[in-house]
């Protein structure tokens, strides 16, 4: 893991990092909002969407003036969600995290856009149940991008030392793993959803999810896409068992005048309709996944494969 030293250099960028994070997520906040509604991010300047008033620049301070107004718009005093000032922390704290594990660079650079990528598609899945192109599709050509650039590890050095052919230049392998992991990564989900479909009938994830993970497969290569899978589908699983779980309980207390076997019935068949009406957010799971992977990914495979070493 590659860490800077504290010195005054590294609190003055650090620092200047998350400032830096904390402008971008108030930025994020307009495309989260905007985006799904298929609204530009770049005009009409930010608005109080209860009274549509102008927000001034001393109240669109990142995280302070949520605080300093208690939450609520200046003028109608309509609710405003706590969403934005934790998106903006978040993103904030990501860029300052991006910078003390890889160093200044452009390594760090790529994460901070990997984040920003990231966060914004979570959120917006988390509201709306949608993955925005807008988000998703540059973001592929953006890893991409920068794979000839930051090394992105995978498939390319194992296959050139199985075989006779003379080792390719980094950066063209580099390259090569980041389409691996592209195409990877949206296949694996592709596939995935058409099974389910095929056994279930039931639709389990859309073509936002499979953008979302080419996009993680540009970024990160085939090795941490696959791990993003796996802690997506197992965070994704542990959620969605709980929760039915819970609405299972809940349902059940209605019906404990009732015999067992009917009340048992009954709150199972109410579970699985509810189920079915609010389906769970793939993305988000898979948007920390991705996240996890792109900061200890590499150290979580390395200490797993050592233990059998």
């Known amino acids: 893991m590659t860490l800077i030293s504290p010195t005054a250099d590294f609190w003055f960028f650090a620092c200047f990092a998350l400032l830096f994070g904390l402008i971008f997520g108030s930025f994020l906040n307009v495309c989260i909002y ?16 209860g009274c549509n008033t102008a ?8 995280v302070v003036s949520w605080w300093v107004l208690g ?28 910078f003390v594990r890889f160093g200044p660079g ?8 990997f984040s920003f990528l990231v966060l914004g598609l979570i959120f917006t899945d988390a509201d709306t149940h949608l993955l925005p192109d807008a988000l998703t599709l540059p973001g592929i050509w953006i890893g991409l991008a920068f794979a000839p650039f930051v090394a992105v590890s995978g498939i390319m050095g ?3 030392a199985w075989t006779a052919l003379p080792p390719l230049d980094w950066h063209i392998g580099s390259f090569l793993n980041a389409l691996a ?3 990877l990564g949206a296949g694996f989900i592709y596939l995935a959803g058409e099974a389910w479909y095929y056994l279930r009938g039931v639709e389990a994830m859309g073509f936002g999810d499979v953008k979302l993970m080419a996009m993680v497969g540009a970024f990160l290569g085939p090795k941490l896409v696959l791990l993003t899978i796996f802690f997506g589908s197992f965070s994704g699983t542990v959620a969605g068992i709980s929760l ?10 209605r019906w404990k005048n009732a015999s067992p ?20 957010p793939f993305g988000v799971f898979l948007g920390i996944g991705a996240l996890i992977s792109a900061f200890f990914g590499e150290a979580l495979l390395a200490a797993y494969l050592g233990a059998f070493r």
């Open 244 to 253: 039915a779980y819970l609405a299972y309980r809940k349902r059940l207390g």
């Open 158 to 160: 194992l296959l050139y």
């Open 71 to 98: 939450g609520k718009c200046r003028h109608c005093r309509i609710a405003i969600s706590p969403r934005y000032w934790i998106v903006e922390l978040l993103t904030g704290l990501l860029f300052f995290a991006a």
């Open 106 to 113: 452009l390594a760090a650079v790529k994460i901070c856009v």
């Open 55 to 62: 927000i001034a620049a001393y109240d669109n301070i990142p």
């Open 181 to 183: 992991g592209m195409v």
């Open 34 to 49: 905007r985006l799904p509604l298929g609204r530009s991010v770049v005009a009409p300047g930010s608005a109080c969407p």
């Open 261 to 280: 076997d009917l009340a048992r019935a009954r709150a199972q068949h109410a579970t699985q309709a509810m189920m079915r009406r609010f389906p769970i």
